[in-house]
């Protein structure tokens, strides 16, 4: 049984990882130049996000001295939005490599941001992000059954949402493959999001009752630091003793590398496919000038009772081949479990 949930071409909505955005915004370069004074502003606010917000203060100090430094060599002087844009984001890599911190110029997510922060957002503008992701289908974008094998596999490549109706898209495709014994839930390409949504799936694989302490999330001012634990209550059947299977590549990232690692450190899954990104430090988009916004990393996430997470590491899989022949071994592994169960009960 087949059932493919289509997806248009849209712009997914804003999601914790800027990844996406990179591919999508690499608009032609124009003949005008920022300023030395709006170059000085966005530097500016870039240091004080950082000093406030970056959740290692002596990485953020190195970032900042960065920043000081290239000015002070006049890197940043005669450039366009886009080269400044990417200018800025090689300097800040180059010092630590933190593929969240992104400076990225999109002159229509920009003007969103903006009006958010005014609040001055209209109805039409939650109009069309709300189409978008339903054109998007939340994230989901195929499941699949086969009887022969009792596996289910499900496609999340657009990203992981907290909308009601993501959830309720979630729970669909999770319902489909409650009576599969083996899951295959495949986020090979799945750029990030929120990780409720992987907390939200990661609940179907235990007891009800049997929370499970799921990530930890590190703050620069600890007092502010997060217990994120699977919900207590998920709609419809679990699937305890379902075998699963995560697949990932290099583009797994973010929030989709925080389900597959804390499903690994639970020993609740298998990871079949590449080392993912390494993106382990969540944070929010701030409009800065000339149409530039940039992800502010604010949260490192780590595994519970440890500050050990996957940031500039990546999920390292327990099989590791190729990100394309991903799904075809987790159902070599499939097979080859279920030949050796039958030969044994046939002694």
């Known amino acids: 049984m087949k059932l493919h949930l289509y997806k248009s071409a849209a712009l997914l909505g804003a999601l914790c990882l800027p990844l996406y955005m990179s591919a999508q915004t690499a608009a032609k370069d124009t003949v005008h130049v920022v300023s030395k004074e709006v170059t000085h502003e966005i530097l500016t606010r870039i240091s004080k996000q950082l000093d406030e917000g970056y959740p290692f203060p002596e990485i953020a100090k190195k970032y900042i001295a960065t920043l000081k430094n290239q000015e002070s060599r006049k890197a940043y002087q005669d450039l366009t939005p886009e080269k400044l844009a990417r200018k800025i984001t090689n300097d800040l890599r180059e010092t630590h490599k933190d593929v969240h911190l992104t400076i990225f110029h999109n002159k229509d997510y920009y003007e969103q941001l903006t009006r958010s922060f005014s609040n001055t957002r209209t109805p039409e503008d939650d109009k069309l992000e709300l189409e978008r992701k339903r054109q998007n289908n939340y994230g989901f974008d195929a499941v699949e059954l086969n009887k022969k094998t009792s596996t289910a596999y499900i496609k999340i490549q657009g990203g992981f949402h907290g909308d009601q109706e993501a959830f309720e898209m979630a729970a669909n495709a999770m319902n489909m493959a409650a009576y599969s014994k083996n899951i295959i839930i495949d986020i090979r390409d799945n750029g990030g999001g929120t990780g409720m949504m ?38 419809g059947k679990r699937m305890p003793d379902s075998k699963l299977y995560i697949l990932v590549n290099k583009h797994t990232a973010s929030a989709t590398e925080g389900f597959a690692f804390a499903m690994q450190q639970m020993h609740r899954a298998t990871i079949v496919g590449d080392t993912t990104a390494g993106a382990g430090i969540a944070g929010s988009m701030i409009p800065l000038k000339e149409n530039l916004v940039v992800f502010m990393p604010v949260k490192m996430v780590a595994a519970p009772g440890s500050d050990e997470g996957w940031e500039g590491i990546g999920v390292l899989p327990d099989v590791p081949v190729k990100g394309e022949d991903a799904r075809t071994e987790a159902e070599k592994l499939i097979k080859k479990e279920q030949d050796l169960a039958s030969a044994a009960r046939t002694k």
């Open 198 to 235: 992987g907390r939200f799936l990661a609940g179907y694989f235990f007891n009800a009752g049997d929370e499970r302490y799921y990530l930890h999330g590190y703050h620069k001012d600890r007092s502010k630091d997060i217990q994120e634990w699977t919900y207590p209550f998920v709609p």
